[in-house]
C-alpha cells in the first residue's frame, strides 16, 4: 500500500476510462464535543472508472445536518445507517442522543446509564434535492453498554438491539439479541429475543466498541451479526428466527466483523475492514458455520488513529474512507485517506476465493469541523459510510467493469501542500527489526515503577535498570502490590477520558494514589512493605482533573482555572488558593490534556484550544504561553518533562521537544524539536507513557524510557494476558545561545524489550515512576 498526503496521489486508472460521476458517498461523522455539530453527512464523488473525483486535499462537501428537536438540551453523539437496498435514496438511520447541561457540554449522570436513541428516515434526494428528515417511532432505552443498530433488509427497515444487563463488568453475564421491524409508526419486536451467556467483554478492549461489533446483510432475508469473543448469529426475516453459528477452529483464530460490513454474493464472501486491515469471511447462507477470515490487504497506514469504513460500489469494486479522529496533528483540519480497489481472487472449486486487492485510486481529502475557520476542534466518531448511484450525468450500467491500469505515483516528500504537522503525523514508521541498539553514555541506575489501571484496581511493578539497560527482560512480571481504585461509570462513558486515579511518588518508598472524585479515598503504597493503606485527607468536595507535584507539595486543579488545591508533604488538609491573571479567561471550562512541572511554577495544556497556561506559584498568577508558529499551539499530553529549558512530551510517533522561553516577561514555545521513536502507532494515548531516567544532570544527554501496555492479540495461553513494551532512549543535547540545552535528532537506542503481565478487564491508563537511589532487582 502506498502512502499518500496532500497533493500526492496513486493512480492506476487506464488513460480514457469512463471518468462520469457515478456513484456519490455519503460519510456520517459527529463531534459531540462541538456546540450544535450533531451529525452531519458529507459527501463526494466517485466515476464509472474509479476515480475519485475533485482534486488532492480538497475539503469533503458538507452534504446534510441531522439535529434532535431540541438542541440546547440534547445531542447526537453517534449513529448507524442503512440505504434501501433497491437502489434507491432513502436512508434509514438511528442516532443516539445524550443530555447536555446548562453550558452545552455532554453530560453522564452515573446513576443512570441508560441509551436513548432516535430514528429517523432521510431521502438524500440523488443530485442534491430532497433531505426531508422523517422521524420512525420511538425506540426503547438500553443499558449500557448495548445499543440500537439501523439496518434494512428484504425491503424492510429493521432495527438490531443488543443488550447486557448491568452489572456488564462481570466476567460472565447474559447478552440478548433482539429484531425490532418497522411497522408504521412502531417498532414490533420479531421473534423471541435470543439469551446466551457470553465472555466477550474480556476480549472487546483490544478490539474497541461494545459487545457488539458488526453486521452484514445476507441476500435479501437474513442478516448476520457479530459480537466480541468470536460469537456469531443470523437472523432469518422471513422467519423470524436466531440461528448460532458454530466455529471451524478456536475462537482466538477469528476476527469480529466490524460495524456496517459488505457482503457479495457473487463471491459467497463478507468483507470487512479491522482497524486499518482489510479481510474476508466466506459465508454461504445455507450453512450453519463459519470458517476463519481471509487476510487480503493493509488499506491504510495509519492504524488506530483514526476509523475506517468499507462501501461496496458495484461487482468487485469496493471504496475505503478513513478519517483521522484520533491524530495529535494539530492543522486546522482533520485528514480524510479515500481508496477505490478491486478485490483479486482465484476461482477454486467452481467459487470465487479472494486473496489481495487493487487500487485503482488513492488520494487525500480534508475534512472541516465547526465553523470553517481556524479551530481545534475534531471530529470524534466516524458513524458510517454509504453509497448510492447518481441521478445527475447518470451513467448506464456499464458491461465493462473498472480495470487496473499503469500506476503513477508521487512520494509523500515531494508534496508541497505539507504542513510540518502533517508530514509528523503522515510519515512512514519504522519497524522494530531496523533498531539498532547501543551503548548508552549516560548513567542510569534506578528502580522502575509502573502501574497499571483497569476498572476497579491498580497493580504496580517494579523493574530495575542500570546502564541504560532493564535487569528484567521478556519475563512474566508479578505485580508487587495490589490497590483497589475503583474506576466510576463517568470515567467509562462520561466525554473525558482522564484517567480517575493519579499516582505520584513523593520519596520515602511511597506512591500516593489520589481520585479525581472526592468520594473515593486516596491510598498510600508502601513499595518496601508491598502493601497499602487508605489515606483521610480533609478534602474539598471537588473533581480534580490533574494532580502533580511542585516541590514539597501536591497541587489539584478542577475543570477551571480559577483556583488551585495544595497539599503540604506531612499535612491532611487541602488548602484552598485563589488565582488571579491578566490575559486569560480564568472561569472558562478546560480539559487539561497534560502538564508539566518547572521549580515553583507549572503548566499546563487544555486538549480543546491546545492553550497552554503557567502558574507561579508564589504569586497564583496565570499567564498564557504563546506560540511562535501560526498553525500549531503547544499541547501536552500526560506528564511532560522540562529538561535544559526544553519540554518533553508525548506525540503520536515520537516525542515532542518544545523549548520554554521567557521575554520580557511572557512566556513562549519554540518550534518542536520531534523525536521519532521506532513505535509510532500508539493504540491508547491513556496506555503509554514516559519518564527520564538519566541519573544526576548530565550536561551532554538524556535517557528517557517509555512504555507501552496494550492487551496479548496472539493465541495467548493464560487467561487476561497484557505487554508491556519499553524502549530506552537516548537523546544528545548541545547548548543553545540562550544557554538551554537543545536536544538534536534522531534518539539513540539502548534497550528494547516485552514484559508480560495478567490483568483482569479493560486497561485504563499506564503510568510510569521512578527512584533514583538503589537497584533491588525484580
Known sequence: FRRIAPGTDYLAIPAGADDRPRWSVVVGLTAVDVPRHNLRLHRFRVAASGRILSGSDDVLETFRHVAPDDVAAEAFSTASAYLSNDGGHQMHLICRAVPLNADGRWTCNKTNLNKCYRSFSMDLGGGGGGGAVTPLGDLPTVLVPGGHFAIQAGGENWVLSVERPYPWLDERSTTRLLMRRQEGQRWVLAGEPHEFLHTGFERSESLYGSIFQGRAVIGNDKILVSLADAAFFVFDCTHCVWTPLSLTHKKLNYIPLSNRSVYVEDHNAVYFLRFDTLFAYKFSPGKN?????????????????????????????????????????TCTTQHVMITTLIINGDCINGGFVPKDVGVLHSTCRSLVVGDGRETTSRCNIFCFSLSYVEDVDRVEPFSIPPVLGEATYSEIEDSPNMLECCRMFLEDQWNEDDVVLEKCTTKTKMNLFFISQSGCQSLTYQISISNGKLVCRDKMLEPTCCAETFVSEDALYGSSSSPTWRYIYMGRKRLYCIPSLPESQMQVIYLRGKFNRPFKTDRPKVCFSAVFPVGNQLVGLTDTLQSVYLLKRGSSVWTHCKTTSRDADLTEKINISGFVVLKRCFMVSDAGSFDCFLLDLDSLEWTIVKSFQSYRRGTLLGRSIYIGGFIYTLFTGGILAFELIKNNGSYYLDVPVFLRTWSKLIRDKNTICFTSVSEGKSSSGIVFCLAHGYPC???????????????????????????????????????????????RGWMLAMFLLYEQFGCDHC
Open 289 to 329: 458455520t463459519i470458517e476463519p477470515p481471509i487476510r487480503l490487504d493493509v488499506m491504510c497506514p495509519f492504524g488506530t488513529n483514526g476509523y475506517g469504513s468499507l462501501v461496496h460500489l458495484a461487482g468487485q469494486v469496493m471504496c475505503v474512507v478513513w478519517i483521522s479522529t484520533r491524530s495529535i496533528c
Open 713 to 759: 492479540y496472539g493465541l495467548p495461553k493464560i487467561k487476561n494476558l497484557h505487554n508491556v513494551k519499553i524502549t530506552m532512549m537516548q537523546v544528545t543535547t548541545r547548548e543553545t545561545v540562550r544557554g538551554t540545552r537543545e536536544p538534536v535528532k534522531p534518539p539513540r537506542y539502548v534497550d528494547v524489550c516485552t514484559n508480560s503481565f495478567v490483568l
